[in-house]
């Protein structure tokens, strides 16, 4: 049986988490972010979690080797189901992109779906100033305190689905949003003619709608059913 499995790529804050729980709600789809991945391991301490603390809280990108190994591992058992399975924020660079394809060509019974959130950056750095999360390390549920948002969490400070406390991310602070976007640009066209090369279509959502509408675009441009 062939595995379904979806790719979202975006800048940071365009909502690739925010979508990806939509999916997981409503779909019934399982989901790696490799973002939430390397946070719990920076909150449990481990040999990892060191390593990769400082990289994340200035902004920049984990090495591949490392990702690559976290993603590999976590994709194989994830297969085992039959859930579609959504990478929220992997690949991001041309070896990891070319790990993955390795992988697909390998098993030979993965069919990738690439969406891309788009969105400036200004619009972005702003939604990332107002974003809270659940500390709760396996919730991490994403929540706007921007006064009118529809994604404002029921009580301030807390977790809708869990209770836990709201926090800021350690990278959500303007000179680290502005790393984030600049290392993002300088790595999306290669990814982009990676894909163009192979052959690989790539579906283009505007990430500026407000969310429920993002997904109404994103169900109407791939066909997935929403039952
Ligand atoms: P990661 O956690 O993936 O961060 P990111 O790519 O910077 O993306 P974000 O999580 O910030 O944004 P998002 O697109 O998920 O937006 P969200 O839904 O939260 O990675 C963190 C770090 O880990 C990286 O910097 C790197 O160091 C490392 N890393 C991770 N993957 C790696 C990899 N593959 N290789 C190397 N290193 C890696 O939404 C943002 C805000 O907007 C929220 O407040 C939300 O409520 C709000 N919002 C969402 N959608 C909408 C909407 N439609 N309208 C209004 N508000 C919205
Ligand atoms: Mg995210």
């Known amino acids: 049986m062939t595995k379904e499995v979806v790719l979202f790529l975006g ?4 909502g690739k988490g925010s979508l990806s729980h939509l999916c997981v709600k409503r779909l ?3 989901q ?7 946070r719990e391991h920076i909150a449990e301490g481990t040999e990892i979690g060191e390593k990769i603390d400082f990289a994340i809280k200035s902004g920049k990108l984990v090495s591949d080797d ?5 993603v590999g591992r976590w994709l194989e058992e994830a297969l085992s189901g039959d859930q579609t399975v959504i990478f929220d924020g992997f690949p991001r660079t041309v070896p990891q992109a070319e790990a993955l394809q390795k992988l697909v060509e390998k098993r030979g019974d993965i069919s990738l779906r690439l ?6 950056d200004n619009d972005l750095m702003s939604r990332l100033l107002a974003r809270a999360i659940c500390s ?3 919730c991490q549920t994403v929540y706007s305190v921007h006064e009118h948002s529809s994604l404002k969490p029921r009580k301030p400070g807390t977790c809708d689905e869990c209770k836990g406390v709201l926090v800021r991310r350690s990278d ?9 976007l600049k290392v993002y ?3 999306e066209k290669g990814l982009l003619s990676f894909y163009e090369k192979i052959g690989q279509t790539i579906c283009n959502v505007e990430a500026h709608q407000p969310l429920e509408e993002v997904y109404c675009s994103f169900i109407e441009m791939t066909g997935y059913s929403d039952k």
Do not use: F
């Not at 969406?115 to 400036?120: H, S």
């Not at 959500?172 to 984030?180: H, L, Q, T």
């Open 11 to 14: 800048p940071p804050g365009a």
């Open 28 to 30: 019934g789809w399982v």
């Open 32 to 38: 790696l972010s490799t973002g939430n991945l390397c």
């Open 66 to 70: 490392l990702i690559v190994d976290m």
């Open 115 to 120: 969406v891309r959130l788009t969105m400036l």
């Open 136 to 138: 709760d390390r396996e």
């Open 172 to 180: 959500d602070e303007e000179s680290a949003i502005a790393k984030r």
């Open 185 to 187: 640009h300088e790595h």
